[in-house]
């Protein structure tokens, strides 16, 4: 069975069902399906082969579901960006990935066309414009084909001819980019079959089926978004598609109004929720569940939500993109177990190891090690960095993936998150690499020395510091920081505090040392 | 009335495009040119309800009356007239 499988199944057995619903657009699976199909032999027609990477670089959208089927149907693997990215980072993804095609909306031009530096191996880009808009990248890019969604589908064209030729569920179906801890993001690479098992796992556990109407605000370039999707349409339920959590009211009427059965937050969410007055007014009757990842959901914001939705049973779950998620705490248990992440999904094992990869007892503190047919693939061209995460299972051909992450079980087998063994930054749900953020303030002239961190913050669970240290004279303010970090850095990854410094601590072999920095931060200013 | 615009224009270029006026027309959607985030969001209410002495309720906290400088120049003359 492919990823695509899922929904040509739901085509078969709910034709006329409403699958998704976005803005004024609602579709059913056949519509979905026949649609996916078409782009699929236009693909075809325009050249793709087995195993091609598709960019995929849109706002959640129909033409984004649509388009990431459409890829799978025709053998090939997609890679779904986020939506808020600058061009440096997409530039670097398109050339690491070696997407040969790239599918993208007309108001993203500006930050594709300063992307495209050295992509030879980008032929062709497909631009979902409204029509009568057309976008041309003009002559002197010539060597990239465009075309554009809208005349695609009214093009006659040959139905996909894969039938019998077509890819196998060891093949890759997507590639999600991650920040990884050396700053360059890192392309995580799941098979057909990682997805599958994982979204099985997890919808076995949220007990979904068809009569569900799940409300999806978490972008598809997180795998918690695009995974939404998936388990949507194993099971023949509805997803309403929303860009963002941008007007949280907005959202809160539609649960309502669509009978929303299914929410699934991260806690930056929450924390928006808790600042609107009398919730209390709405009738949330169908909501049947919310569930949390990206970052431990704190016990009072558990309470909380339960007062808020007290029909609702909610899910707090731990994850990490390599092998999609590790744990979820069953409702009935949060009482007794309140900062715990729970235990692995079905299917799946974990352990916590120590330094020699032995198993220790309940209460010691090792690394999160997972074992189980949801583990990536590794990461797209980094042997090294996939060497580092992933050691030899039990048998043949089978890997545990090394997590990096600190935790503990009780003495029942519970888990508990306790640090990061990097030092990467969780803020607004997203992962950030200090790195990354440093790297690209380092490009900017007048910076000497730079240590970027996270502190404790109510509402993003950690916010951005950039320390920065300028050269003898420069006169550059934090606004100037500010806007330069705006231009270059998606705007979950912009450092909300800037503070100079006039020399850094070092340490004896004169590494900076973060420690002493960010301790004195918070000392000085979040206290 | 433009210069309620005017003001919630020059607001937004300082504190969300730092400065570059580039494509803030009056009917760009914040939200479809990814402009403000959710936090964002909760700046700019800051901002009007300080810069001109209104109290906005959550129900009024919808794109409809927020997501463009034309919708927001009509929401907050709006808000002023009642108030």
């Not at chain 1, 990431?68 to 050339?95: C, D, E, H, R, W």
């Amino acid at each position: 069975m492919l990823v695509n499988t899922i929904l040509e199944n739901s085509a078969q057995k709910y034709p006329d069902k409403i699958a998704l619903v976005c803005n004024d657009e609602r579709l059913c699976y056949k519509e979905i399906n026949n649609k996916a199909a078409k782009f699929s032999s236009y693909l075809i027609k325009a050249g793709i082969k087995r195993h091609d990477r598709v960019a995929i670089f849109i706002d959640n959208s129909a033409e984004s579901v649509i388009a990431l089927f459409g890829v799978l149907k025709a053998g090939a693997t997609f890679v779904m960006l986020s939506a808020s990215m600058k061009p440096t980072k997409l530039n670097y993804i398109l050339q690491n990935s070696g997407a040969s095609f790239l599918i993208t909306h007309s108001n993203k031009f500006r930050i594709v066309k300063n992307s495209l530096k050295n992509t030879d191996e980008l032929r062709h880009i497909i631009w979902c414009a409204p029509e009568g808009k057309p976008i041309y990248l003009g002559k002197r890019k010539g060597d990239k084909t465009e075309s554009f969604w809208e005349s695609i589908f009214k093009e006659n064209l040959e139905p996909n001819p894969m039938k019998n030729s077509g890819p196998i569920d060891i093949d890759l179906s997507n590639i999600i980019y991650t920040s990884g801890s050396t700053g360059d993001p890192k392309g995580v690479m799941s098979s057909h079959h990682n997805v599958l098992s994982a979204i099985r796992s997890i919808s076995q556990y949220l007990e979904i089926n068809d009569k569900d109407i799940i409300m999806n605000v978490l972008p598809f370039s997180f795998d918690y978004g695009l995974y939404q999707i998936f388990m949507t349409f194993l099971y023949g339920a509805t997803i309403i598609i929303e860009k963002s959590f941008v007007f949280p009211y907005r959202i809160i009427e539609k649960i309502v109004t669509e009978k929303v059965t299914g929410f699934p937050i991260v806690p930056t969410m929450a924390a928006l929720l808790f600042k609107i007055d009398n919730l209390s007014k709405f009738d949330f009757s169908s909501l049947r569940f919310l569930s949390n990842t990206a970052a431990a959901l704190p016990f009072t914001y558990i309470e909380k939500l339960q007062k808020l939705f007290p029909m609702a049973k909610v899910y707090s779950m731990y994850g990490l993109t390599e092998c999609k998620r590790v744990s979820y705490l069953p409702p009935e248990d949060i009482d007794r177990k309140k900062d715990s992440v729970g235990i692995a999904m079905p299917n799946e094992e974990v352990f916590v190891v120590d330094e020699d990869g032995n198993e220790v007892g309940p209460d010691v503190i090792g690394e999160l090690v997972i074992r189980g047919a949801n583990v990536m693939q590794g990461y797209w061209k980094d042997p090294d960095t996939t060497a580092k995460v992933f050691r030899p299972g039990r048998y043949k051909g089978e890997t545990l993936l090394y997590s990096g992450d600190l935790f503990k079980k009780d003495n029942e087998g519970y888990l508990y998150f306790v640090s990061r063994k990097d030092d990467m930054i969780k803020t607004k749900g997203e992962r950030v690499s200090p790195k990354e953020i440093e790297s690209v303030l380092h490009s900017m002239e007048g910076i000497s020395e730079i240590s970027v961190f996270g502190i404790p913050d109510e509402i993003f669970g950690q916010s951005i510091v950039a320390a920065v240290v300028l050269e003898k004279g420069e006169k550059i303010s934090k606004k100037d920081i500010k806007k330069y970090s705006s231009q270059n850095l998606e705007p979950f990854m912009v450092p909300k505090f800037i503070e100079f410094y006039k020399e850094f601590p070092k340490s004896t072999s004169g590494k900076i040392d973060k420690k002493i920095i960010s301790a004195d931060f918070i000392k000085l200013f979040a206290t | 009335m433009d210069k309620t615009k005017e003001k919630i224009r020059s607001f937004m270029i300082e504190n969300f495009l730092f400065g570059e006026d580039i494509d803030l027309k009056d009917d760009t959607s914040f939200l479809e040119e990814g402009i403000i985030d959710s936090t964002g969001v909760l700046e700019l209410i800051e901002y009007l309800e300080e810069e001109f002495n209104i109290q906005i309720d959550d129900e009024d906290l919808i794109p409809e009356n927020l997501d463009s400088l034309n919708n927001l120049e009509q929401f907050i003359s709006k808000l002023l007239k009642t108030s």
